[in-house]
């Protein structure tokens, strides 16, 4: 069964979390943890929803790379 994409992502966050950079960190923490929109990140920071949303692609990116490589959240089911 495969799990939805804001389970995974979380899933993977809690164990590569800390090998993103901390503005990817806060980013998907307060997108997919806090449930805040593009817009309400974007305004928090003072930037465009555009790079609220290259940020969170890029760290959803990197996420599923270190899991293809280390293979933790496949062990863990």
């Known amino acids: 069964m495969e799990l939805s994409q804001r389970v995974r992502t979380n899933l993977l966050f809690d164990f590569y979390g800390a090998l993103l950079t901390k503005r990817q960190r806060k ?3 307060l997108y997919f ?3 805040l929109s593009l817009g309400e990140i974007a ?4 930037i465009s929803r555009q790079a609220v949303y290259d940020t969170l692609k890029k760290a959803k990116e990197s996420l599923e790379k270190y899991e293809r490589k280390l293979n933790l959240v496949r062990e863990v089911r």
Request: proline share 0%; glycine share 0%.
């Open 33 to 35: 943890c806090d449930d």
């Open 43 to 46: 305004q928090r920071f003072r």
């Open 27 to 29: 980013f998907v923490k």
